[in-house]
């Protein structure tokens, strides 16, 4: 038995099915705005005229800008105003996202509601962001937006992949991704991580897409504190839309909850008044 070939016949393996996997091109209004926002003094003015270059990205800004999540007391009647309101880089989150809903497919009955449970997650991560002064939100935003835009790009290249998701979904002790790679040698956390670092996201984001189902990070101490925030608080997001849906407590909450509180420092009473907080932004967006 060839002992080293066939290890590297399974890297090759797995290196060709990646190469199969559309992953969506960087969008060129996403070049546009990183290249400014690297710039030494990136300027207002001309973030604002890349985002109004896009009505759609206009109008969503100033949604986000005013809506319940954001704490958006005042509200911003412009473009300028919602920049200044949320800050460049929590606008450039909310364009990033909205560029990816518009560069990767999800139109699929499975997928009815994908988009939207996206931006509610990502809304909910920046709410448990700034109240538990955890990380930064903009990335918060990101993450919560991308952790799993592996599905479409897997239901896309496998017709029996929405069958895996669905039973993936209903795993009570195994990791989500457990059977994903059983079944298709990947996991949309793995194809979401490659996502992310083709489109030139943060590596935090990056890393922390690849490990959202992989609780055990939120134990080990060498993973990077800005992964394992965001898992821990992805945990408590997911929690609460399973919660605002009316299923009750999610299953990953189950696997991991403890962890999460534990990580983050919260006591049973400060994590049920975080979510009852939570659930009422949801209530009035």
Not at 22 to 29: E, G, H, K, T
Request: net charge negative.
């Amino acid at each position: 038995m060839n002992t080293v070939a066939e290890p590297i016949q399974q890297i090759d393996q797995v290196d060709a099915l990646i190469k199969s996997i559309r992953i969506p091109p960087r969008p060129s209004l996403l070049s546009d705005l990183q290249r400014e926002l690297a710039a030494e003094d990136p300027s207002l003015d001309a973030i604002g005229r890349i985002v109004a270059s896009d009505v759609g990205m206009s109008g969503a800004l100033l949604k986000l800008a005013n809506s319940a999540v954001y704490g958006g007391r005042r509200k911003a009647k412009s473009v300028e105003q919602a920049i200044l309101f949320l800050g460049i880089n929590q606008v450039a989150a909310m364009m990033t996202g909205l560029l990816a809903r518009q560069a990767i497919p999800a139109n699929s009955a499975a997928l009815a509601s994908f988009w939207d449970i996206s931006t509610r997650r990502a809304h909910a991560m920046v709410f448990l962001s700034r109240r538990l002064r955890m990380g930064e939100p903009d990335v918060a935003h990101t993450f919560g937006l991308f952790c799993d835009t592996g599905v479409p790009l897997l239901m896309d290249r496998f017709k029996d992949y929405s069958a895996t998701y669905a039973e993936a979904s209903l795993e009570a002790e195994r990791p989500f991704t457990a059977l994903e790679e059983e079944r298709h040698n990947t996991s949309h956390s793995a194809i979401g991580c490659l996502l992310a670092r083709n489109w030139g996201l943060s590596d935090h984001v990056g890393w922390a897409i690849l490990h959202h189902h992989d609780l055990a990070v939120l134990d080990d101490p060498s993973t990077p504190p800005g992964v394992r925030s965001l898992v821990a608080l992805s945990l408590l997001a997911e929690n609460a839309i399973c919660r605002y849906q009316g299923q009750g407590e999610s299953l990953e909450w189950n696997k991991g909850g403890a962890a999460a509180c534990a990580y983050l420092g919260l006591s049973d009473e400060e994590t049920t008044e975080l979510l009852d907080e939570l659930l009422e932004a949801f209530h009035e967006d």
